[in-house]
């Protein structure tokens, strides 16, 4: 448990840096937007939109390092969260969703390729792009954990 | 996996948290695997075994792998 309490101390440090990053990169959008020429409303959106997702960022942040806090200093929640976070099942099922949903967005994006491909040469060439990267980075991990395992 | 927990964790007058505390897994795993949808690790396997001081074949059923 001594081990898990350590990790979970290094993992606290590494929160509360990349939330320091968050908080500066809010920070300088923020300043952006204000000195933002009015008539853009594209980038009016873009701008609302990264502080919106930096911010929900942020709060997943700290709610993750509230409760790491809480389990390095409480013996039986840094138990409790050990058990969730090694729980086999939750493993399983977890790689079972990640994998299903990998393929599903692989077939969809392969679909919606297709048929943009009548509509508009960009969008196709894009998709394709993201499907065949998606598709090297499935056969690279399935030759390194062959290999591996 | 037919399995016999739910027999021995009554015998001992477990409950599903206090078992599933002992062998490091969530109440869910226990529950799963009592209602047979899901199928324990050979770690977990024997862990659940050793805390009932049983072997692994008393606590699962391999009947269904014979012949495979």
């Given at each position: 448990?001594e081990?898990?309490?350590?990790k ?22 923020i300043?952006r937007?204000r000195?933002?020429?009015t008539?853009?409303p594209a980038?009016?959106?873009f701008?609302?939109?990264q ?6 960022f ?7 390092i509230?409760?790491y ?24 099922i977890?790689t ?13 994006l392969?679909?919606t ?7 508009s040469?960009?969008v ?6 993201v ?14 954990f062959?290999?591996?395992? | ?7 021995f ?13 002992a ?11 009592e209602?047979?949808k899901?199928?324990?690790?050979l ?9 009932f001081n ?7 059923d391999?009947?269904d792998?014979?012949?495979?």
């Amino acid at each position: 448990m001594e081990a898990y309490r350590k990790k979970l101390k290094a993992k606290i440090g590494l929160l509360s840096t990349l939330t320091i990053l968050v908080i500066v990169l809010i920070a300088w959008s923020i300043v952006r937007y204000r000195n933002m020429p009015t008539d853009k409303p594209a980038e009016d959106f873009f701008s609302g939109f990264q502080t919106g997702l930096f911010s929900g960022f942020m709060i997943v942040m700290f709610w993750r390092i509230w409760g790491y806090i809480r389990a390095v200093r409480n013996e039986e929640k840094l138990r409790a969260l050990y058990i969730k976070a090694h729980d086999e099942r939750s493993w399983a099922i977890y790689t079972q969703a990640r994998s299903n949903a990998f393929w599903i967005s692989f077939l969809c994006l392969a679909a919606t390729a297709v048929v943009s491909g009548f509509y508009s040469y960009t969008v196709f060439y894009t998709l394709l792009g993201v499907v065949l990267f998606m598709g090297g980075v499935a056969i690279s991990t399935k030759i390194f954990f062959s290999r591996k395992l | 996996m037919k399995t016999r927990i739910q027999e021995f964790r009554k015998e001992k007058k477990l409950s599903q948290e206090e078992l599933a505390d002992a062998v490091g897994v969530t109440r869910q795993t226990i529950i799963s695997l009592e209602r047979e949808k899901y199928t324990a690790s050979l770690v977990l396997a024997y862990k659940i075994a050793s805390y009932f001081n049983v072997t692994i074949e008393d606590v699962f059923d391999f009947s269904d792998l014979e012949g495979m």
